[in-house]
């Protein structure tokens, strides 16, 4: 099979971050104010009250500390809630096309690449702010390349999903050199008025070069040794979110057309299939769990990233064998693994391996084993 690897990546983070105790702030202004204009629905049973959110639950739920937007007023406003991003014209580059070319940039110069190099483009990702044409095909003809392009989504797993596709995409001749992106704008579809989730996602933007090995020219390489992907149906975590709801209006406006989970169940079932699928993945490789140098994590939760690497480990991990960034950047849905991996390999010698794993809504699992060249 032909030799596949990772030649670059890149970051776009959006100039805006909010802080918990700026996102509590507003929460809690929006709850009072609720609880005041309801009083009396409220007081009869009709309405139940709402609670304050706080820096401390926010924290211990998630491990969170703060997450970069790309419109920090809008969510900050209480009467608002929702982040301003206004429409741009057919002629303009989108939200997402802009933020893809800033990422991909760093990913084509960190691989020695160019336009000319590049085959193809994916866009995988959560969100797409639009059915078609596809945002690759945009991102594809915004940077000049040639080829094709085309979006896929496997919600949180994208990222991963998106690595197999372009490796398989290479092996097969279709392409030699294959751009992925994930631009995600998570605060377009998180419900910033609940209390259970409105501080769990951020916006951002990672791409990553794959290529086959023998044409590379970037010092940094890291040869794609497997990939496994594995998905499930489980209503847990779901958007109901699409253009089907104009046929019924008694949706419109329903907390289910965005992001909604059952995050107790979602821990239990979801923590022991990484792991499992990690652990057998290694097994299969003939990989020791404690010969690994790092995993890099999707950044959803500390909680579930501590419990999954001890699971694989046998062991507490450090903060070095898996590393967050989920504490700046909180759930950039498919980007969190992605950013892990670009701001945490740079000292990574000649052979050492590493595991890059994402999971989610579906659910959705994917892992991909990364060894230095």
């Known amino acids: 099979m032909t030799a596949v690897v990772i030649s670059g990546t890149g970051l776009y983070t959006p100039p805006e971050s909010i802080s918990n105790a700026e996102l509590v702030a507003a929460f809690n202004t929006y709850v009072d104010n609720f609880n005041r204009d309801n009083a009396d629905a409220i007081a009869s049973g009709e309405l139940a009250a709402l609670s304050h959110s706080s820096e401390e639950f926010i924290l211990k739920a998630s491990g969170i500390k703060s997450r970069h937007v790309v419109n920090k007023a809008g969510i900050l406003d209480p009467d608002r809630m929702v982040p301003h991003i206004p429409d741009r014209s057919n002629d303009e580059a989108s939200v997402q096309c802009e933020m893809a070319i800033a990422a991909a940039r760093e990913a084509m110069a960190q691989a020695g690449r160019t336009a000319a190099d590049i085959d193809a483009v994916i866009v995988a990702a959560s969100n797409m702010q639009r059915p078609y044409p596809a945002m690759a095909v945009e991102i594809q003809s915004a940077l000049g390349i040639d080829g094709f392009g085309f979006d896929m989504n496997v919600a949180c797993s994208s990222a991963t999903f998106g690595i197999q596709q372009a490796r398989d995409t290479i092996a097969n001749g279709s392409a030699r050199c294959v751009l992925m992106v994930n631009p995600e704008i998570c605060s377009g579809h998180l419900n910033f008025r609940d209390r259970d989730s409105h501080f769990i996602f951020g916006d951002v933007c990672t791409a990553v070069i794959v290529e086959r090995e023998e044409d590379a020219v970037g010092s940094d390489c890291y040869r794609i040794v497997d990939t496994k ?11 109901n979110f699409g253009f089907l709801n104009r046929g019924d209006d008694s949706g419109v406006g329903a907390s289910d057309k ?5 995050g107790r169940k979602v821990f239990k079932e979801v923590c022991p299939a990484v792991a499992k699928q990690m652990s057998e993945q290694l097994e299969k490789l003939g990989i020791e769990p404690g010969s690994l140098r790092r995993m890099w994590l999707h950044q959803a939760n500390l909680s579930m990233n501590q419990l999954i690497a001890k699971r694989v480990l046998g062991r507490d991990a450090s903060d070095d064998e898996a590393p967050t960034i989920l504490d700046e950047y ?13 701001k945490h390999r740079g000292d990574f010698s000649s052979g050492d391996i590493g595991v890059l794993c994402s999971f989610g809504a579906g659910y959705s699992i994917g892992s991909v084993v990364l060894q230095k060249c």
């Open 330 to 342: 909180a759930n950039t849905s498919s980007a969190g693994s992605v950013i892990a991996f670009h």
């Open 258 to 262: 965005l992001f909604v989970q059952e």
């Open 229 to 239: 992907l594995q998905t499930m149906f489980s209503n847990n975590i779901r958007n």
